[in-house]
């Protein structure tokens, strides 16, 4: 069966400094890849999303991440974090066939940002 | 800025007890699904809905569960005997096809006492 694994349940980083978040992923075929961010009392919402096209995806707010089949990962980054970025970030991945909203949750990262 | 509405945000009932969570998705959406978020754990998937049918569900969706859209807007989630592991953040989602974004709600807290 499919996992997602995100290391590091809290990353703490000062504002302005490089924001990364990790993500892996077990699977013998390339799947779809999301990030979602959740904000204190909101919902989930969508960063990114890898659905084989391009290995460097943009997303919201400065986001990028960049898949590396060669190591089945996904990670998250942003050059510079800002307070506002300070949430709960969720790797996902589903597989190709059967839809994209069948999402399997790595168990999330959460990042804090000092001034 | 269509969303995903959620209610109640959050609710208690003691074990036992049916309950059931709503949920509005975004009007022109045709597929809506239920995740759920047990504390400290991961956001599991439980139950994919469309054209008034079940067209997935995990391990988690027994007998205890059932999912309905009454009428045009709503959609819900049933659980028949809640157990005290029923507690959980439930989370409501829409897409417009099965292979687009879907769009979540900000979850229902459900503790069962």
């Known amino acids: 069966a499919q996992s997602v694994t995100q290391l590091g349940s809290h990353v703490s980083v000062s504002e302005g400094a490089l924001v990364l978040l990790r993500c892996n992923y077990s699977?013998?075929?390339?799947?779809?890849l999301f990030w979602y961010v959740q904000y204190p009392n909101q919902g989930l919402q969508l960063l990114l999303k890898?659905?084989?096209?391009?290995?460097l995806v943009k997303g919201i707010n400065g986001f990028e991440a960049e898949f590396k089949k060669s190591e089945t990962s996904f990670h998250l980054t942003k050059p510079s974090a800002h307070m506002s970025d300070a949430a709960e970030y969720f790797c996902?991945?589903?597989?190709?066939?059967?839809?994209?909203?069948?999402?399997?949750f790595g168990a999330g990262t959460r990042l804090a940002v000092h001034p | 800025e269509p969303e995903v509405t959620q209610t109640p945000s959050h609710q208690v009932t003691q074990m036992g007890q049916e309950v059931i969570l709503r949920c509005v998705p975004i009007?022109?959406?045709?597929?809506f699904y239920w995740y759920r978020q047990i504390l400290g754990q991961k956001v599991e998937f439980l139950v994919s809905?469309?054209?008034?049918?079940?067209?997935?569900k995990s391990e988690i969706f027994d007998d205890q569960f059932s999912v309905e859209r009454p009428d045009g807007s709503n959609f819900t989630l049933k659980i028949r005997s809640t157990k005290l592991e029923d507690s959980a953040m439930y989370f409501c989602?829409?897409?417009?096809?099965?292979?687009?974004?879907?769009?979540f709600g900000q979850g229902t807290r459900l503790t069962v006492v």
């Open positions: 890898y659905t084989s096209a391009a290995t």
């Open positions: 809905f469309y054209n008034n049918e079940i067209s997935e």
């Open positions: 996902a991945v589903t597989p190709l066939s059967g839809g994209y909203n069948k999402l399997i």
């Open positions: 989602a829409s897409s417009e096809s099965l292979n687009t974004e879907a769009f």
């Open positions: 009007s022109n959406h045709l597929y």
């Open positions: 699977s013998s075929v390339p799947p779809y």
